[in-house]
């Protein structure tokens, strides 16, 4: 049984540990506010990429872009890319289990598969596994707060190595935020692209006004051409601070689940404290009281 200095000592620590849980989940949550407004700033660009995509796919009935053709390929057979997003370190909960979890479950059964990682904890994970595909060695960064130049830099080598046929598929797992306090695992398709990826949006046709006809100079193929690698690095760059916000979530709930914690131990460490204090408190005055009574019958008190 712990002594009432063990004791002491016991809640002096836990006491710092939660100063510095609470510390980090206050970290956390201005980190996730100010990568959430980052995204929100960015959102009008790539959504009016989006939406002029789709107004060329609406218009050319008959696409035949490399973009948008993947190449067949036998079972079993086709080159996969993944570009992963992860966390560096831990203390975020399950962020980084749930992210590996859905890319093994999604992995060419050949380990014809490439890795591309933005985060040390994916990386170093399948790096151990090298059986589940390589790992590109120019393409795996720190997942330090979104920037905009490197998620240039990974879409300018995906869009590269896909036209070069070096991969037939490229997807992008990440975390998403569903909501202020949710977030779940996703993986997209960057390429080859699709029809249905790119609903219309236009509005319903009231007038003769209205239903006008779009030219593209020099060509619709050649303005996909100049769209579709920016709209991919729209994508990886809007993941990246999705991802950056859902990290930092993940984080503060289990920095406030560790503060919560810490609270609960220091109340049973204080009443059990203060139980042996008492004891040792009432112990004391029966040995006094034992020793008075023993001095005064001595003196011939009784």
Do not use: W
């Amino acid at each position: 049984m712990e002594s009432m200095k063990e004791l002491r000592s016991r809640m002096i620590s836990v006491r710092k540990t939660m100063k510095i849980t609470n510390a980090m989940y206050l970290l956390a949550s201005s980190k996730m506010k100010k990568a959430r407004k980052r995204l929100l700033a960015s959102e009008p660009y790539f959504n009016r990429l989006q939406d002029t995509i789709a107004d060329i796919l609406v218009h050319t009935h008959s696409v035949n872009n490399r973009y948008f053709t993947g190449k067949d390929t036998a079972a079993g057979e086709t080159k996969r890319g993944y570009v992963v997003i992860t966390s560096d370190k831990g203390l975020a909960g399950a962020y980084n289990h749930n992210v590996i979890r859905l890319t093994e479950s999604h992995l060419n059964d050949s380990g014809n598969n490439t890795f591309f990682f933005i985060g040390y904890s994916g990386h170093n994970y399948f790096a151990k596994k090298p059986e589940l595909g390589k790992i590109s060695g120019e393409h795996s960064y720190a997942a330090t707060e979104p920037a905009l130049y490197r998620a240039r830099s990974i879409a300018e080598d995906l869009v590269k190595e896909f036209c070069g046929g070096e991969l037939d598929e490229i997807y992008l797992i990440y975390t998403k935020m569903r909501s202020a306090l949710t977030a779940d695992t996703e993986i997209i398709k960057l390429l080859p692209l699709a029809r249905d990826m790119f609903p219309d949006r236009r509005p319903v046709i009231t007038s003769q006004a209205d239903n006008y006809e779009e030219h593209y100079y020099p060509s619709p193929d050649a303005v996909l051409d100049m769209l579709v690698p920016n709209y991919v690095k729209g994508l990886i760059y809007g993941a990246m601070t999705e991802a950056y916000a859902g990290e930092q979530n993940a984080r503060m709930i289990a920095m406030d689940n560790a503060t919560k914690n810490a609270k609960q131990l220091i109340d049973r460490l204080s009443v059990q404290y203060n139980r042996m204090r008492q004891a040792a408190i009432t112990t004391e005055l029966s040995e006094v009281a034992g020793a008075a009574k023993t001095q005064y019958s001595q003196q011939g008190g009784y």
